[in-house]
């Protein structure tokens, strides 16, 4: 495999460099696989939409944003020292801290030299004859490379919602996930937040306090647990990094890669008085520990899952003080813990303040945003900010903002037009050379996401190297394993509750209906999928073909 740079002007006069490998995004999956890949001597080129690195944690500016997974569960563990040098200050860290986190990683490990910022890549094309990758960005410049790495992010597409008349509104609107990089203030004001899911949680709950009045519209309520954050003090700080060996350890040994495991024991074996104090046990917990700490069987089993489901209605019956609003809160088509699970502080006591309001969007539809605001079926609501918590299109629409074309001119849209089809979740057959961090049929998509990211990228990169030592300059997953694996994602996920359930899991977009229904992730769990990686490598990369 080359290591010379070369360039040469293209027919638009732009310069077409040429590397070894190309990333695409400057997340912490794509910072950690440029980190890795310098050290087999490759020639590495990002390419970042932002301004700086940080992927998720860079777009994300919203109020409130913070970690759902422990700060100290979070970060890298690939380097000793920078475990030891850096001190977290929440067990749940914000936006702003989890930002500066990831520009000291790349400052310490010099990442910027090799990252092109405000470069939005819009094609990937494969060319058969020189078994190499053409990747475009915004601006018309291209640059080749025998490897093609994406690290786009399974949440990284934000998503409007399908209402008419957004262009309309003359107030000050936002979405969550293009943040500005400015304070936005919302004192005297009146607010809207159209989604409650985990971002809008988020939001909800810290400006509730701030504005005038806030309205919020929810189409379809979720189950929220309690982060329960607090300060990391110097001692705590301390005992953390003499234990690092053991979190980590803890993470790889479990389902999702939190620190918290799931309990053996079937929820329905203990009496009702033993299984209600295990769950207020888990529910005065941090984190999820109600959700990913609890019996296994909740996932799996719809009986087990409607005694974790009633007891989180109750609890939400219990904290609301208006029980026709309360029910409004509670989800009726799903049980607990089927969707990803939002963590709050104090959401469900915001609905107990005067200038706070619920608006059903179910039984009042959202007509059209109109000049001064929001108008309903049943009621025009005047605004002075919109928020739009509307999420994003999750997992395929990084791939599907990028015309990414492999053999024979084939485009990976149409390739998973009717779901996607992996091998491992690292490549798709026709598409060599293309490797894919973080997404579809990757245990990372269902995971504590460093930690899996981790173990993508020192996948790849050991892949690469084996290329390395046995000179080969091509390798692409077989259709046969491709056929196996997706077929054993689709097994695994029947094994559980969660294909029962319309959600991002299962590719449902209510503001893309077009969507087709599939699942998106793996749910085989963390150590299972690490086993089957190392498995195929121990066997010469058994299920791909190399030349």
């Not at 054993?488 to 077009?514: C, G, I, Q």
Request: glycine residues 8%.
């Amino acid at each position: 495999m080359s290591q010379n740079l070369q360039n040469s002007p293209t027919a638009n006069g732009q310069t077409n460099s040429t590397y070894d490998v190309i990333i695409i995004g400057a997340g912490i999956s794509g910072m950690y696989q440029l980190h890795l890949l310098r050290g087999l001597f490759l020639s590495v080129h990002v390419f970042e939409a932002g301004t700086n690195v940080g992927g998720t944690w860079y777009w994300n500016r919203y109020p409130g944003a913070r970690f759902d997974s422990e700060s100290y569960s979070y970060g890298y563990s690939f380097s000793q020292e920078l475990l030891q040098e850096w001190n977290w200050s929440e067990h749940f860290a914000g936006q702003p801290e989890t930002l500066r986190y990831l520009n000291h990683v790349a400052d310490k490990f010099d990442l910027r030299r090799d990252i092109q910022f405000k470069a939005r890549v819009t094609s990937a094309i494969y060319n058969e004859n020189e078994n190499c990758w053409q990747v475009g960005t915004e601006d018309g410049a291209t640059a080749t490379a025998k490897f093609l790495i994406t690290a786009v992010g399974p949440l990284s597409a934000p998503q409007m919602p399908n209402i008419e008349g957004i262009d309309d509104f003359k107030g000050e609107w936002y979405h969550t996930g293009l943040w500005p990089h400015k304070e936005v203030k919302f004192a005297g004001k009146r607010v809207c937040v159209i989604g409650t899911g985990a971002t809008g949680v988020q939001v909800i709950q810290t400006i509730a306090d701030q504005v005038k009045h806030l309205t919020v519209f929810q189409r379809r309520p979720n189950y929220c647990a309690p982060l329960r954050n607090s300060p990391i003090d110097a001692a705590t700080m301390r005992d953390i990094k003499a234990h690092y060996a053991d979190i980590f350890k803890k993470c790889s040994e479990s389902f999702g890669s939190f620190i918290h495991k799931m309990d053996p024991r079937s929820a329905l074996e203990l009496s009702p008085e033993e299984r209600e104090a295990f769950f207020e046990k888990l529910y005065a917990e941090p984190g999820f520990s109600i959700w990913l700490g609890n019996f296994g069987d909740t996932l799996t089993d719809q009986k087990a899952n409607d005694t974790i489901t009633e007891f989180m209605r109750r609890k939400i019956r219990e904290r609301v003080n208006d029980p026709q609003l309360a029910e409004k809160l509670i989800p009726k088509d799903h049980g607990f813990g089927l969707r990803r699970v939002p963590l709050e502080t104090g959401y469900y006591e915001v609905y107990n303040r005067d200038n706070v309001a619920l608006v059903d969007i179910l039984n009042s539809p959202i007509e059209r945003i109109t000049a001064t605001g929001v108008k309903t079926a049943d009621a025009e609501y005047e605004l002075d900010m919109i928020i739009y918590a509307t999420g994003f299109n999750a997992v395929l629409g990084g791939f599907e903002r990028i015309d990414i074309r492999g053999v024979g001119s084939q485009t990976l849209k149409n390739k998973w037009a009717d779901g996607p089809r992996t091998y491992l979740g690292i490549q798709t057959a026709g598409f060599p050379n293309m490797f894919t961090l973080v997404e579809p049929h990757n245990s990372s998509t269902f995971c504590n996401i460093p930690r899996c990211i981790e173990q993508n990228v020192e996948w790849m990169t050991e892949a690469i190297r084996y290329m390395q030592d046995h000179n080969y300059e091509r390798i692409a997953a077989t259709d046969a394993a491709e056929d196996a694996w997706t077929q054993h994602v689709y097994e695994a996920a029947n094994k559980t509750l969660f294909p029962t359930v319309d959600s991002w899991f299962m590719n449902v977009n209510r503001n893309l209906p077009e969507k087709k229904r599939t699942f998106l992730l793996y749910s085989g769990g963390g150590p299972l999928y690490r086993e089957k990686c190392d498995a195929v490598a121990a066997n010469n990369h058994e299920g791909f073909s190399m030349r």
